[in-house]
């Protein structure tokens, strides 16, 4: 009886001890904070899942890097356009999908306003005349060098436009993506204090 | 006859004192125009600097000089510097305006790092194509002695173009800057 009582404590313990351990999993963990910024657990979850669905798996590491800069960026897209996403959206794929959009919205707001100087856009327009021909026709194919063997026809080459130009000085931003992104996002970090919680 | 001497004398110091004036007025002239004239040395144009000479051959008989002086002697320092490896932040300084705003520098660097080094024993030029008023294609092979001693070549299509009258150099690798381009 005595050895029964025993088992039965012991038994009781194990059972209460997995229950509060379980309980303890299904709260929704802290990933990072800072001043007015929190990343939760779930939120990480979603964007894993939702770049899972195209193909990319990384490391938790990256993971909560990647997330932190969807969450931020998005949040500053969200305070330019002057909108908020519902308090009492779950993080579904729809939540995920939204928040990733908004944060490339914001990244392509950085690019757009990276600057770009006069002479820079000269020497991409002037360096690369095939890419401007007025007919379409580029002879440029992945991992080859361009040969021209005859001089072009000025009249052919579009001029360089204030459109044209914007198109250029994207085309050298987008080249310039990543440190644009990180340069923001170790600013946005900064400015929101925000830290990983180990 | 004392006052003979001491007129002498005046006029002897005053001969010495307007002597010394002299030689200061004229110092007062010519030095500034001295430190002017090493100070135009001092900001000497490109153009006038010492230039790397290479042997150029060229292998169509049509070409009998290069279309500018300006792109001969940016060129010849470029190729110069590019098989010395060094000072890179000078080859940088040539690459088109474009590039440096696309291409990190320390990127540049490593790239250069792993570029083939030795002395460039000729440059045999096929012809210069004016691609557009600004443009040169210059399609070329580099001879150059390897770090062995053996002679080895480098063919490559050169680009050259011209931003606010000076010459820039085009570097397009697919392997090393797919992106650029």
Same mark, same amino acid.
């Given at each position: 009886m005595n050895n029964f009582k025993v088992f039965f404590f012991i038994f009781l313990f194990f059972g209460l001890f997995s229950v509060q351990t379980g309980f303890a999993e299904n709260e929704d963990r802290v990933v990072a904070r800072g001043k007015d910024f929190v990343m939760t657990q779930d939120f990480v979850r979603a964007i894993e899942n939702y770049y899972a669905k195209q193909g990319h798996y990384t490391r938790w590491e990256f993971l909560v890097d990647a997330s932190l800069r969807v969450k931020l960026f998005a949040n500053e897209e969200l305070s330019i356009i002057s909108a908020q996403l519902p308090d009492?959206?779950?993080?579904g794929p729809d939540y995920a999908s939204r928040m990733v959009k908004l944060s490339e919205d914001y990244i392509f707001r950085l690019i757009s306003a990276h600057p770009v100087d006069d002479r820079t856009v000269l020497s991409y327009y002037r360096s690369y005349p095939e890419k401007f021909l007025e007919n379409g026709q580029s002879p440029r194919t992945p991992f080859q060098v361009t040969r021209i063997d005859e001089p072009l026809d000025p009249d052919k080459i579009a001029p360089l436009s204030d459109e044209l130009a914007g198109l250029i000085r994207l085309r050298i931003g987008a080249n310039n993506r990543r440190e644009i992104v990180n340069e923001e996002l170790e600013r946005l970090k900064e400015k929101y204090g925000v830290e990983i919680v180990k | 006859m004392i006052r003979d001497f001491v007129k002498d004398m005046n006029r002897k110091i005053y001969l010495k004192s307007l002597y010394k004036k002299s030689i200061l007025i004229l110092m007062a002239v010519i030095f500034p125009v001295l430190i002017s004239g090493c100070a135009r040395f001092a900001h000497l144009p490109e153009k006038d600097a010492p230039v790397a000479q290479l042997d150029f051959v060229y292998?169509? %008989? *049509?070409? *009998? *000089?290069?279309?500018d002086k300006k792109l001969r002697n940016t060129f010849s320092d470029y190729w110069y510097k590019r098989f010395t490896g060094k000072p890179s932040e000078e080859i940088f300084n040539v690459e088109a305006p474009h590039f440096q705003e696309m291409v990190n520098f320390s990127r540049y660097d490593a790239y250069l790092n792993n570029f083939p080094k030795g002395e460039i024993l000729r440059i045999e030029i096929a012809y210069f194509i %004016?691609?557009? *008023?600004?443009l040169y294609e210059i399609p070329m092979t580099i001879v150059f002695q390897g770090p062995r001693g053996q002679e080895q070549k480098m063919s490559v299509r050169d680009r050259w173009v011209m931003v606010e009258e000076q010459w820039y150099h085009v570097l397009r690798d697919p392997l090393a800057f797919p992106k650029i381009g």
């Open positions: 009492d959206m779950e993080y | 292998l169509s %008989p *049509e070409i *009998e *000089e290069w279309p %004016p691609v557009t *008023e600004y």
